[in-house]
């Protein structure tokens, strides 16, 4: 009885400063004003489950499988800050999205770009070239996850601001 005390106590220590780390790396994401090649291609791997010959806790090894499968550029180095464009191409890559005809013909980082601003996954004004904080990479990471969970590049008309009752489904069920 006193060893299943003693074992219930330490996992749930263990639980919990497992879920205190994954909050600190996110607080310190949120912080970061340009992400590295190495937190990028980590947090992209992850988030898109991707699974390989790398061990995810080296950012050696996790930049040399991205670069080894073209998803980064050669001369990429960990501790560079990541653009837009090439952050881009990783996530496309990474998720095996597909694009339009540009990025389909030329296969390159800047119609990833391109094609991410056209399906409203990067919003607002930016530039292919610019600097990727960590708040953006987590927004964009996000608002892809939402639309693959739900109806790919759609995002539902009730998910703003409405209710069941004000969607079309709800008007024609005589919801008011």
Known sequence: MKKNIIITFFLLFISAAIHAQTSNEFQNLLKTSAVTYAQAASFVLEAADVTGAYDKTSEQDVISFAINNKWLPKNANAQDS???????????????????????????????????????????????????????????????????????????????????????????????
């Open 82 to 176: 990541i653009t837009l464009e090439n952050f881009s191409y990783l996530v496309m890559k990474a998720f095996g999205l597909k694009g339009g005809p540009m990025y389909t013909l030329f296969n390159n980082a800047h119609y990833s770009y391109r094609e991410m601003v056209y399906r409203e996954l990067i919003q607002g004004r930016s530039d292919p070239k610019m600097k990727v904080s960590g708040y953006t990479m987590i927004l964009i990471v996000n608002r892809l996850l939402f639309r693959l969970e739900n109806d790919p590049w759609k995002i539902p008309e009730h998910s703003v601001g409405t209710t069941s009752a004000e969607t079309p489904a709800g008007l024609a069920e005589g919801n008011q």
